[in-house]
T-cell receptor, first 111, second 116 residues
């Protein structure tokens, strides 16, 4: 079983829809990261959080440490949001910036 | 402020050859991590360097190695290339691990290596 699980693996939405991507993890973490990868490869960090909720524009990330679960929400989705969204965790303890990744969610937003 | 720069962006090599990839982190960042991304295995951690020392290593064969220079630039080397080494290689730079929490990772565009 992977240490970081994401769902769904694929998601197709119509422009304007509210989107939720889920991430569950089975290890102790010091932080959880939400990343975005567009075709071509480059990865952009969207959020890094260790508790509560963060908001940036139309994106909202929440984390529940007790339940070991995080969600990424996109409000009023737009075709430019189409990308792979990846959840990653930093393991608790030890001096390292090593990340462990989920398998990603491929999002396609249709106009 | 310049981002993380990886060179080259694309590379085609023949089985058995060796390859060196370069990563220049954001100015002031002393931690550089390398990752391999393939369709089958997703993103996997290769190794992490901090202040010219390898701080952590993933589960990859010894053909994969790396180093970090005094200016924090890092290189990774793969010797005796195999077809399965074809992948996108990404590096990420961070300020440092503070001991009280991790810092945000900034990724480069990656080097796409094709082994034929």
């Amino acid at each position: 079983k992977n240490e970081v699980e994401q769902s769904p693996q694929n998601l197709t939405a119509q422009e304007g829809e509210f989107i939720t991507i889920n991430c569950s993890y089975s290890v102790g973490i010091s932080a959880l990261h939400w990343l975005q990868q567009h075709p071509g490869g480059g990865i952009v960090s969207l959020f890094m959080l260790s508790s509560g909720k963060k908001k940036h524009g139309r994106l909202i990330a929440t984390i529940n440490i007790q339940e070991k679960h995080s969600s990424l929400h996109i409000t009023a989705s737009h075709p430019r949001d189409s990308a792979v969204y990846i959840c990653a965790v930093s393991i608790k303890g030890g001096a390292t910036n090593k990340l462990i990744f989920g398998t990603g969610t491929l999002l396609a937003v249709q106009p | 402020k310049a981002g993380v720069t990886q060179t080259p962006r694309y590379l085609i090599k023949t089985r058995g050859q060796q390859v060196t990839l370069s990563c220049s982190p954001i100015s002031g960042h002393r931690s550089v991590s390398w990752y391999q991304q393939t369709p089958g295995q997703g993103l996997q951690f290769l190794f992490e360097y901090f202040s010219e020392t390898q701080r952590n290593k993933g589960n990859f064969p010894g053909r994969f190695s790396g180093r970090q220079f005094s200016n924090s630039r890092s290189e990774m080397n793969v010797s005796t290339l195999e077809l399965g080494d074809s992948a996108l290689y990404l590096c990420a730079s961070s300020l440092a691990f503070t001991g009280t929490g991790v810092t945000e990772a900034f990724f480069g565009q990656g080097t796409r290596l094709t082994v034929v």
